[in-house]
């Protein structure tokens, strides 16, 4: 789902490529054609190409960028700025690009990149809609969007991470399976469509280091499936996340937060962003007996005991996905401004 948490993006024209940070204020150039200069704007300068690819061609700009995502914690920070940056730049050159488009456009070639999950997270910030859950296939293409008004409580457990090393640009797993079943005469369109009782028949038609994986994806897929047929209720989202065996906890500090959410009544409780970043929280209503507000400060409580030090909390439910907006003469820019979030 989409988080309430933004990252914004002003653009205006200009004659050469500029942009700044609202986390340092300072200006930095960067041109598009040259090498990356393992820099921020590096991915500024990737979106431009992704842009051009499309169609979409800008001479030059200034960007400003502001954003309340951490960074390096596995939330997509990289890719929310990815993806309102060229969300602006198409509103600057007044050309219409689709939401999908748009996807393709910030992530390059979808063979090299879906690898390192950027095609899913792309995905995510860009079609994700307000009170929607999204199920989006392990390759990252929108499988289901289903109305939902839960509530979560992201718990960070404080931790500074480095930044990620780069990525291989490897085919994932999944989307090698999806390559050779279709190859195979097994049409699929995605390797979640794959039933349970077909997987047998399917493993025969590849390798065994893809085994593990590809059962992974079909048994996830088959509880979502479960889900949206039953309902989606926070009752039974918790227990699809308790099935979940996609993520596994790191560190004393994560398996102190999951404990304590699960003995305090959390509803579900899940690592999230990156490993030893923090946990989500399904948590009942706030009228309830184990209302929202009890557990949070009961787990915050527990953390602080265990480790010296009180963990950030916020609240979150599903939030509308990447917008844009035209700037009016007037209010600070000129006609030709755009932004987007």
């Known amino acids: 789902m989409g988080i ?3 990252t914004a993006v002003a653009a205006a024209r200009a004659w050469t490529w500029e942009a700044v940070s609202g986390r340092d ?7 598009p054609e040259a090498p990356d200069a393992s820099r921020w704007t590096d991915h500024l300068a990737e979106v431009v190409r992704g842009l051009r690819a499309h169609g979409v061609s800008i001479t030059g700009a200034r960007l400003a960028v502001a954003s309340s995502l951490a960074r390096h914690a596995g939330f997509g ?23 999908v488009e748009l996807v393709s456009a910030v992530c390059g070639p979808p063979t090299a990149q879906r690898a390192a999950g950027q095609w899913r997270d792309a995905s995510a910030i860009a079609l994700a809609r307000r009170g929607a859950l ?16 839960i509530q979560l409580t992201v718990v960070e457990t404080g931790a500074r991470l480095s930044p990620l090393s780069p990525q291989s640009s490897v085919l994932s797993p999944d989307f090698q399976a999806l390559s050779l079943l279709n190859q195979s005469g097994l049409p699929l369109a995605r390797l979640g469509d794959l039933e349970p009782a077909a997987l047998p028949g399917a493993l025969a038609w590849l390798p065994p280091p893809l085994h593990t994986e590809v ?15 039953d309902g989606i209720v926070a009752a039974r989202l918790g227990n699809l996340w308790g099935e979940d065996s996609e993520r596994t906890a790191s560190g004393d500090e994560i398996e102190c937060l999951l404990s304590s959410a699960r003995s305090h009544g959390a509803l579900g409780v899940r690592e999230v962003g990156r490993p030893g970043w923090g946990v989500a929280m399904l948590l009942p209503p706030e009228g309830t007996r184990a209302g ?19 963990p950030t909390l916020w609240r979150t439910s599903p939030a509308a996905g990447v917008q844009s907006e035209s700037l009016r003469a007037g209010a600070g820019g000129s006609d030709q401004d755009a932004s987007a979030r």
């Open 77 to 99: 920070a990289a890719m929310a700025l990815r993806v309102a940056a060229a969300k602006a730049l198409c509103l600057l050159a007044g050309q219409r690009v689709s939401d």
């Open 292 to 310: 929202a507000a009890r557990i949070e400060a009961m787990v915050a409580e527990d953390f602080r005991g265990a480790f010296g030090r009180i």
């Open 4 to 6: 309430d948490r933004r």
């Open 25 to 31: 204020s300072v200006v930095d150039p960067f041109d």
């Open 134 to 149: 999204m199920w989006l296939d392990p390759i990252g293409e929108l499988a289901g969007l289903h109305s939902s008004n």
């Open 215 to 229: 059962t992974r994806v079909v048994a996830e897929s088959d509880r979502i499936r479960r889900l949206v047929r």
